[in-house]
């Protein structure tokens, strides 16, 4: 079935990343970073389309999984005109995930710094409405963080 908001080439790049790659989609005004790592690519569609359809690819592959991370500050908006906000917690919930939440200047230094070694994928909406952008940093599918702490754990008992 053809996909919507996310062209062929698209898919294709999301199937080749794998544990610490991001994946953000982003408002219209997010700045273009200029890491060695990150990619970006204006998509003609907004947040919560693009979220759902990135979504549908990461949860189908079976290789990786997304820890969610939002702008802090989205949860203290309280202004009527950034009621589209809520779009992304509405699909994230109706999926039964759930966002983590960091400061939205912090989020860029951590996606500035994981860029130094890992590809960030940055999907450029045309979303109008301050901090609505998801953060979707990947982690293995098959294998949680807990499987990874017992490993550790054995391994510095030897």
Same mark, same amino acid.
């Given at each position: ?10 898919l294709a790049q999301i199937k080749l990343l794998g544990h610490r790659n991001w994946i953000l ?12 790592? #990150?990619? +970006? @690519?204006?998509?003609? /569609?907004?947040?919560g389309q693009v979220l759902s359809e990135v979504l549908d690819q990461t949860q189908s592959s079976g290789h990786i999984r997304p820890i ?39 989020? #860029?230094? +951590? @996606?500035?710094?994981? /860029? ?43």
């Open positions: 079935m053809p996909n919507p908001y996310l062209p062929e080439s698209l989609i982003t408002d219209a005004a997010y700045p273009v970073q200029i890491g060695p790592g #990150i990619e +970006t @690519i204006a998509v003609d /569609a907004e947040v969610i991370w939002r702008d802090a500050e989205s949860q203290d908006l309280q202004v009527k005109s950034t009621d589209g906000i809520r779009i992304p917690e509405e699909i994230l919930c109706n999926r039964g995930l759930e966002s983590k939440f960091d400061l939205h200047e912090s989020l #860029i230094s +951590t @996606i500035d710094s994981a /860029a130094k070694t890992f590809k960030v994928l940055v999907l450029k909406t045309n979303t109008k409405l301050a901090y609505s952008t998801v953060f979707l940093e990947l982690q293995c599918g098959y294998w949680t963080q807990d499987e990874e702490s017992r490993l550790r754990k054995t391994l510095n008992q030897k």
